[in-house]
T-cell receptor
C-alpha cells in the first residue's frame, strides 16, 4: 500500500485480556517505531526496530508489552493482561532508512479501549 | 534528554490572517526538528523538518517554520490561514547524536474561523 497500515482501527478489550496490534509499514522502509498516544497528549515513544532488530525498547511501560518484527517488515505489538491505563491510541511509524534526518510516516493508529 | 514545549493549547485565527504555532525545545546535542499535523481520526502527517542549513524551512500546504538556536524555538507559521488548516499540530525533536526517537510536544489545536 501507499502508506503505513494498522489493524484493527479500534479494539475493545476486557481487563485482563491479551491483545495484538498489527502494523504494515511502507514497503522497503528500514526503521519502524511504535508510539502510545493518550487522550489529549502527544505521542510517547515505545520501541524502535531497524529491520528485524529491536534496537530500543526503553519506552515499553511494563513487561506486559512486547513487540516483534520477525522478518523486518510487518510488526506486532502485544499487550498481555490489559489494564485500564493501557487505553490509548497506538501509533506505528516507519522511515526509509536508519538515518536520523529522515522523517517518519505514521499510520492512522489503533484505538484501544480497556473496559 | 530531549523535550518539547508547546505553550499554547489552542490557537484561534480568522481565515486569511497569519497563523503562528509556537514550539520550544531542549536537547543535549543538536536538534533535528519536525512538525506534524493530525486531523480527526487520521494519523500524523509530516509537514516539514529542520536538519541543518537555512533557518527558514518551507513545507507542505504553505507552511513554514523558523529555527532559532538562541531562543531554542521552532515556530510554525502560515501567512494566510485557511479553514481547512483547523487541526491538531505537534512539534517534535530528535536529539542528535544521542537519540533517534522523536519526542513530541503535547500539541496545539488550531481553529480557523471563516
Amino acid at each position: 500500500g501507499a502508506g503505513v497500515s494498522q489493524s484493527p482501527r479500534y479494539k475493545v478489550a476486557k481487563r485482563g485480556q491479551d491483545v495484538a496490534l498489527r502494523c504494515d509499514p511502507i514497503s522497503g522502509h528500514v526503521s519502524l517505531f511504535w508510539y502510545q498516544q493518550a487522550l489529549g497528549q502527544g505521542p510517547e515513544f515505545l520501541t524502535y526496530f531497524q529491520n528485524e532488530a529491536q534496537l530500543d525498547k526503553s519506552g515499553l511501560p511494563s513487561d506486559r508489552f512486547f513487540a516483534e518484527r520477525p522478518e523486518g517488515s510487518v510488526s506486532t505489538l502485544k499487550i498481555q493482561r490489559t489494564q485500564q491505563e493501557d487505553s490509548a491510541v497506538y501509533l506505528c511509524a516507519s522511515s526509509l532508512t536508519g538515518a536520523e534526518n529522515t522523517e517518519a510516516f505514521f499510520g492512522q493508529g489503533t484505538r484501544l479501549t480497556v473496559v | 534528554a530531549q523535550s518539547v514545549a508547546q505553550p499554547e493549547d489552542q490557537v484561534n485565527v480568522a481565515e486569511g490572517n497569519p497563523l503562528t504555532v509556537k514550539c520550544t525545545y531542549s536537547v543535549s546535542g543538536n536538534p533535528y526538528l519536525f512538525w506534524y499535523v493530525q486531523y480527526p481520526n487520521r494519523g500524523l502527517q509530516f509537514l516539514l523538518k529542520y536538519i541543518t542549513g537555512d533557518n527558514l524551512v518551507k513545507g507542505s500546504y504553505g507552511f513554514e517554520a523558523e529555527f532559532n538556536k538562541s531562543q531554542t524555538s521552532f515556530h510554525l507559521k502560515k501567512p494566510s490561514a485557511l479553514v481547512s488548516d483547523s487541526a491538531l499540530y505537534f512539534c517534535a525533536v530528535r536529539d542528535m547524536p544521542y537519540d533517534y526517537k522523536l519526542s513530541f510536544g503535547a500539541g496545539t489545536t488550531v481553529t480557523v474561523r471563516a
